[in-house]
């Protein structure tokens, strides 16, 4: 079954747990390709080049490592793992080195994304249900955005700041958005179906996402003012985690098409879907490196 599908209940608050997250993109030239991938036994980080070569293990440990998302820069990657026996965030440099741990307490802290000025958005149920904080690069200055009875998670920056998220607060998954500072919260979408995985591109002027309007996940993209919803796949498997290509030509994603979690690419209109990792085990979670940002 595709990791995707799977459910849990995370502090009493429920979410699909087990649902990649895609991040901001920044624009620039096209880096590697971050991802996580169970091919050692457990999840572990990966990166490759943008067509799929030199695939290299960044982190060697038992723990689930994922969540994945690049700096603005390109030099870091934020992750979660649950190394520490709970789920916590984490960084590190590109190549793996200085894994440096974010937050520390006994609830989940999850779903990482960088902002431009390098804060952290990032999911924490440490107040009963899941909802928005951000924090400084360095772990610092922990605050919270969003305040309800709700599932709020899964944040994405814009290159501008503001940040798209998850919420169930109207009875199902839609994707809202808001100030960096948690101010302006607005629904962009408003259906029966469950809509995640938001994602800016790097121009700002779209948002990628999932949603399974059609019985089963596809990727999507709509206006950053949530207006003109068009499907970029149309496929029987589930299609989710999209991530734009630092240039905004490309959309990185992840399908089951083959069976299992697969790394794919395609066009930014949907044309030219092809896979990037071809293996039995789950490959997951695609995050684009922004080169030589402006």
């Keep these: 079954m595709s990791r995707f599908l799977r459910a849990a209940l995370i502090g009493g608050s429920f979410m699909l747990a087990s649902a990649p997250v895609a991040d901001a993109t920044f624009p620039g030239a096209n880096g590697k390709i971050v991802f996580a991938s169970a091919r050692d036994g457990d999840n572990e980080v990966f990166v490759m080049d943008a067509g799929g070569e030199n695939q290299s293990q960044l982190t060697f440990n038992s723990a689930t490592d994922e969540d994945l998302g690049f700096s603005a820069d390109g030099e870091r990657i934020v992750f979660r793992s649950n190394l520490d026996g709970d789920t916590e965030i984490f960084v590190m440099n590109v190549d793996g080195s200085d894994q440096t741990q974010l937050t520390f307490n006994s609830v989940a802290d999850l779903d990482p994304a960088f902002s431009s000025d390098g804060r952290i958005a990032f999911t924490s149920n440490r107040d009963g249900d899941q909802e928005i904080f951000v924090m400084n690069a ?12 709700a599932g709020d998670n899964r944040p994405a920056f814009s290159p501008a700041g503001r940040i798209a998220f998850t919420s169930n607060r109207d009875g199902d998954q839609e994707i809202f958005v808001m100030n960096a500072d948690g101010s302006d919260q607005t629904q962009l979408t408003f259906n029966a179906a469950a809509e995640g995985d938001s994602t800016f591109s790097p121009d700002g002027e779209r948002i990628a996402f999932r949603s399974n309007g059609d019985g089963d996940d596809e990727i999507f993209v709509m206006d950053a003012d949530g207006q ?34 697969e790394i794919f690419v395609m066009d930014a209109d949907g044309q030219n879907q092809i896979p990037l990792t071809t293996n039995a085990v789950n490959d997951e979670d695609p995050d684009w490196q922004p080169l030589n940002p402006p």
């Design 138 to 149: 360095d772990g610092s200055d922990q605050t919270q955005l969003t305040f309800n009875s």
């Design 228 to 261: 003109n919803p068009t499907p970029l796949t149309a496929d029987p498997a589930s299609d989710a985690a999209p991530a734009f290509s630092p240039d905004g030509q490309r959309i990185a994603f992840m399908s089951s098409r083959d069976g299992d979690d």
